[in-house]
């Protein structure tokens, strides 16, 4: 089985797990928010995703939390959302994690609301 090459606009070994994770259940819309020369923000990176159900969204988060355990060997600090799962955060300290349901993502449109910061799509092939 072939498997599709992730580009990430970033070199960095976690994110690309965090991205295939979320590849690997068919999120969509994926981008990267490059968050370093912003004062103060709560993290390095934010990556979004959306899902067309709510089923969806919580199989993404999941896949994540559990590829990244196994691989990187790291659990989230913490998790947000997981009773709805209309918006799904993962917290991993420098990297936070949005899965979101689509109508939920428009509706919030972080990537405005983080207007200063480089929005950089991740591309699968």
Do not use: C
Request: charged fraction near 30%; glycine fraction near 4%.
């Amino acid at each position: 089985m072939n498997k599709k090459a992730i580009e990430l606009p970033v070199k960095n070994d976690f994110l690309e797990t965090v991205i295939n994770s979320i590849d690997d259940k068919k999120g969509e819309n994926t981008v990267l928010i490059d968050l370093k020369n912003i004062d103060n923000s709560i993290a390095n990176y934010f990556v979004i995703t959306e899902a067309d159900s709510h089923t969806q969204v919580k199989a993404i988060s999941d896949n994540v939390q559990r590829k990244v355990k196994e691989i990187a060997h790291q659990k989230p600090f913490g998790v947000e959302g997981e009773e709805n799962a209309e918006w799904i955060l993962l917290d991993y300290g420098d990297i936070i994690v949005h899965v979101f349901y689509r109508p939920v993502r428009e509706y919030y449109d972080l990537e405005s609301l983080w207007g200063d910061a480089e929005v950089l799509p991740v591309n699968t092939k």
